[in-house]
């Protein structure tokens, strides 16, 4: 009889369960656009399918945007990895996350990201970010640039191949140190033991997600996850240190300076590999670029004379480079390092509006803006959507496009307070760098050579490759191989 009971009470809690699961799968967000789910692995399946169907370690959002492709590009998609991930509405219409990054009656600072105390560190950076701020850092700026044009000359006599992305990160690091921290973090220096350990230990925790391009949960990678939490808590310790010797009354929001301050150094280490390297196969580009410098800063390109130059007018001479500008708005647009991710309790009833009028309830759900597909949409940029063309952003060509399709550093109440620290530090190294070297890339991105072992142009005016640089996730956007270089003096 016992034996009954058992048996009849495993079949009621089987079918509950399958019920259970089935409505998860099939039906709790059946409203909105999706591929065919497993009732067990939901969209993990078919998420594998499409990545076992090109370069295995491409950047996840490439494989998102392969499956919003292949039901018809829909405005919002649902993607179900749970149990690896909660389940996502990627979203692909600029109209539609704009809604999400607005303040509303219901969300009056923008639909909640992660965390709570990002008010009062804004606050509390806001002064350092300022015009006026920023514009007194130029001089520091210009300073961190020296060691990085050595280096630069080193290679440039040596002809070795070297990382590009290397060098940038460090010299990122040094300036976002100094500009924010107030303190020299010796992330140039050539002797690694003499680099601050905040250096040191972030890029021990950058290392952690080399082999972890999906963002796995922590019972798949304990191990990993113990090492990045132990690193995290260290770093967070050595950062508070830092600030408190700056901001007294700092005590308690060392958790969220770490993000806070290092999402620039990601952002600008990404966007200047991508931009030399387009420049690099671009002769246009690079032209154009080296006229409009010669224009505003006059003939001589060593660096010396370029740093005197903007310490002397900088602020003037820095906004008139329009096409530099221009260039780092579309290698923004084309590689941006990072997307939006914001979230919303069940219950809410937080619901978008589609251009065509359907409308979608996201409750519960992770909203992912993915600026890859919101900044490549052919509704917005045409059939060049896929093309790095900086023209796009000149003239009244740029005045067609919705101030919304370009977010790489999102929008809204809570869009990034480093954009201007970042723009400024760009335009400053490209107006010192581009004109006084030529970059040739190495392996993946390289220029594929006639019969004479000379590059040839495609019909979009850039030099031909023999194989695709592409983008990996290590934590953000990076270039899959660190930009291997080789560098000479420009003639």
């Given at each position: 009889?016992?034996?009954?009971?058992?048996?009849?009470?495993?079949?009621?809690l089987?079918s509950?369960?399958?019920?259970?699961?089935?409505?998860?799968?099939?039906?709790?967000?059946?409203?909105?656009?999706?591929l065919?789910?497993?009732?067990?692995?939901?969209?993990?399946?078919?998420?594998?399918?499409?990545?076992?169907?090109?370069i295995?370690?491409?950047?996840?959002d490439?494989?998102?945007?392969?499956?919003?492709?292949?039901?018809?590009?829909?405005?919002?998609?649902?993607?179900?990895?749970?149990?690896?991930n909660p389940p996502?509405?990627?979203?692909?219409n600029h109209?539609?996350a704009?809604?999400i990054?607005?303040?509303?009656?219901?969300f009056?600072?923008?639909?909640?990201?992660?965390?709570?105390?990002w008010?009062?560190?804004?606050?509390?950076?806001?002064?350092?970010f300022?015009?006026?701020?920023?514009w007194?850092?130029?001089?520091?700026?210009?300073?961190?640039?020296?060691?990085?044009?050595?280096?630069?000359?080193?290679?440039?006599i040596?002809?070795?191949?070297?990382?590009?992305?290397t060098?940038?990160?460090?010299?990122?690091?040094?300036?976002?140190?100094?500009?924010?921290?107030?303190?020299?973090?010796?992330?140039?220096h050539?002797?690694?033991s003499?680099?601050?350990e905040v250096?040191?230990?972030?890029?021990?925790l950058?290392?952690?997600y080399?082999d972890?391009?999906?963002n796995?949960?922590?019972w798949?990678?304990?191990?990993?996850?113990?090492?990045?939490?132990r690193?995290?808590k260290?770093?967070?310790?050595?950062?508070?240190?830092m600030?408190e010797?700056?901001?007294?009354?700092?005590?308690?929001?060392a958790?969220?300076?770490?993000?806070?301050?290092?999402?620039?150094h990601d952002?600008?280490?990404?966007?200047?590999?991508?931009a030399f390297?387009e420049?690099?196969?671009?002769?246009?580009?690079?032209?154009?670029?080296?006229?409009?410098?010669?224009?505003?800063l006059?003939?001589?390109?060593?660096?010396r004379?370029?740093?005197a130059?903007?310490?002397?007018k900088?602020?003037?001479?820095l906004?008139?480079?329009?096409?530099?500008?221009?260039?780092?708005?579309?290698t923004?647009?084309?590689?941006?390092?990072?997307?939006?991710?914001?979230?919303?309790?069940?219950?809410?009833?937080?619901?978008v509006?589609?251009?065509?009028?359907?409308?979608?309830?996201?409750d519960?759900?992770?909203?992912?803006?993915?600026?890859s597909?919101?900044?490549?949409?052919?509704?917005?940029?045409?059939?060049?959507?896929?093309?790095?063309?900086?023209?796009?952003?000149?003239?009244?060509?740029?005045?067609?496009?919705p101030?919304s399709a370009w977010?790489?550093?999102?929008?809204?109440?809570?869009i990034?307070?480093?954009q201007?620290?970042a723009?400024?530090?760009?335009?400053?190294?490209?107006?010192?760098?581009?004109?006084?070297?030529?970059?040739t890339?190495?392996?993946?991105?390289g220029?594929?050579?006639?019969?004479?072992g000379?590059?040839?142009?495609?019909?979009?005016?850039?030099y031909?490759v023999?194989?695709?640089?592409y983008?990996?996730?290590?934590?953000?956007?990076?270039?899959?191989?660190?930009?291997m270089?080789?560098?000479?003096?420009?003639?």
């Amino acid at each position: 009889m016992f034996g009954l009971f058992v048996i009849a009470a495993a079949m009621l809690l089987a079918s509950y369960l399958y019920i259970k699961l089935r409505y998860v799968r099939f039906e709790q967000y059946s409203h909105i656009p999706q591929l065919p789910s497993h009732l067990v692995w939901g969209h993990l399946q078919v998420f594998g399918e499409f990545m076992s169907r090109g370069i295995h370690d491409r950047h996840p959002d490439k494989i998102f945007e392969e499956m919003w492709a292949s039901i018809g590009r829909p405005p919002v998609m649902l993607v179900d990895l749970r149990p690896i991930n909660p389940p996502m509405a990627l979203i692909s219409n600029h109209e539609m996350a704009e809604q999400i990054s607005k303040s509303t009656t219901l969300f009056p600072f923008s639909t909640p990201k992660e965390g709570d105390n990002w008010k009062d560190l804004r606050k509390r950076y806001n002064p350092g970010f300022s015009t006026q701020h920023l514009w007194s850092l130029l001089p520091l700026i210009l300073e961190k640039m020296e060691p990085f044009c050595q280096y630069l000359d080193q290679f440039a006599i040596s002809g070795d191949e070297f990382f590009l992305g290397t060098l940038l990160s460090n010299l990122t690091f040094d300036v976002i140190g100094a500009a924010v921290m107030e303190v020299n973090l010796e992330a140039q220096h050539i002797d690694l033991s003499k680099q601050s350990e905040v250096i040191r230990l972030f890029k021990e925790l950058v290392q952690t997600y080399n082999d972890d391009k999906n963002n796995l949960p922590w019972w798949i990678v304990p191990l990993t996850t113990l090492k990045r939490n132990r690193l995290a808590k260290r770093i967070d310790n050595l950062v508070r240190d830092m600030i408190e010797r700056k901001y007294a009354e700092i005590k308690e929001e060392a958790d969220g300076n770490r993000p806070f301050l290092f999402a620039g150094h990601d952002t600008n280490t990404s966007m200047l590999q991508w931009a030399f390297y387009e420049l690099s196969r671009t002769p246009r580009a690079l032209k154009a670029v080296r006229d409009e410098l010669d224009e505003i800063l006059g003939p001589r390109s060593d660096p010396r004379t370029v740093c005197a130059t903007l310490t002397e007018k900088g602020e003037h001479l820095l906004p008139r480079m329009h096409y530099v500008s221009a260039l780092i708005k579309e290698t923004l647009r084309l590689h941006p390092p990072a997307s939006a991710v914001r979230m919303t309790e069940s219950g809410t009833g937080f619901t978008v509006r589609a251009s065509t009028g359907e409308e979608y309830c996201l409750d519960g759900l992770i909203m992912y803006s993915c600026q890859s597909v919101i900044q490549r949409n052919p509704a917005v940029y045409g059939d060049t959507a896929d093309d790095w063309a900086p023209e796009r952003w000149l003239g009244e060509t740029a005045k067609n496009i919705p101030s919304s399709a370009w977010r790489p550093f999102e929008r809204g109440t809570r869009i990034c307070i480093g954009q201007e620290l970042a723009n400024l530090e760009s335009r400053i190294i490209i107006a010192i760098v581009a004109r006084k070297y030529d970059f040739t890339k190495m392996g993946l991105g390289g220029s594929a050579l006639d019969e004479k072992g000379l590059p040839t142009l495609n019909d979009k005016g850039q030099y031909k490759v023999k194989s695709e640089l592409y983008n990996t996730r290590r934590m953000t956007s990076k270039p899959v191989d660190g930009t291997m270089m080789k560098i000479k003096l420009a003639a």
